[in-house]
């Protein structure tokens, strides 16, 4: 079955400090693979995702994310982070093929931003 | 212009109660869902349309009833609302289910006391 894994619930960065969320799936083939921000009160936005090719992805925001086969992982990172990070950040992963399939979503990871 | 917008944003209710929550999306997407975020902010996937027809429901009770009356409605009719319905629900909607393309509304706050 296909899930997703954010081993850290609650993250606590400084600002300006790197920021590394985890991110783990279990899935039959390499899927494709997403990572949204969550700001309170609001809907889910997308950062970025990765369908193929270069294995590190850039997004909006300041944001990448590397994508290991070997360790079926796409960790989002971040050199810098802003006050204006804080939020809840999910991982999903969807299938490749085409249809209806809808997006797994991981639980998500906190993060807080100390000045 | 809100892409994709779901009313009410709050709603605090009585178990028993029957509400619904609706969904409007002007991107001229076919897709639209409902997902449900639990306390433990777990997002898990409810239903799906495409061109107005369900073709995916996730185990849903069927105090569930969602209802689309053209491709950019997507509303989600809850009886007897009980104490585990509370969450917040969020109405998406995509282009062909695209997922890369997944467009999420702010989501709807439901408390059931």
């Known amino acids: 079955a296909q899930s997703v894994t954010q081993p850290d619930i609650h993250i606590t960065v400084s600002e300006g400090a790197s920021l590394e969320l985890r991110c783990n799936y279990s899935?039959?083939?390499?899927?494709?693979l997403f990572w949204y921000v969550q700001s309170p009160g609001q809907g889910l936005q997308l950062l970025l995702k990765y369908f193929s090719g270069d294995t590190l992805v850039q997004g909006i925001k300041g944001f990448e994310a590397e994508f290991k086969r070997s360790q079926s992982s796409f960790n989002l990172r971040k050199p810098s982070v802003h006050w204006s990070d804080a939020a809840e950040y999910f991982c999903?992963?969807?299938?490749?093929?085409?249809?209806?399939?809808?997006?797994?979503f991981g639980k998500g990871t906190r993060l807080s931003v100390i000045a | 212009d809100t892409a994709v917008s779901q009313t009410p944003k709050y709603l605090v209710t009585q178990m028993g109660n029957d509400k619904s929550i609706k969904c409007e999306q002007n991107?001229?997407?076919?897709?639209m869902y409902w997902y449900k975020q639990d306390s433990k902010k777990f997002l898990k996937i409810m239903f799906s349309y495409n061109n107005k027809e369900l073709i995916i429901n996730e185990t849903v009770p069927n105090r569930f009833s969602p209802k689309s009356p053209d491709k950019a409605h997507l509303n989600l009719h809850i009886n007897s609302l009980e104490l585990g319905d509370s969450a917040v629900y969020f109405c998406?909607?995509?282009?062909?289910?695209?997922?890369?393309?997944?467009?999420f509304g702010s989501g709807t706050q439901l408390s059931v006391l």
């Open positions: 991107l001229g997407h076919d897709t």
């Open positions: 998406a909607s995509s282009l062909s289910g695209r997922r890369e393309k997944l467009f």
């Open positions: 899935y039959g083939a390499t899927p494709y």
């Open positions: 999903a992963v969807g299938p490749r093929n085409s249809g209806n399939t809808p997006l797994v």
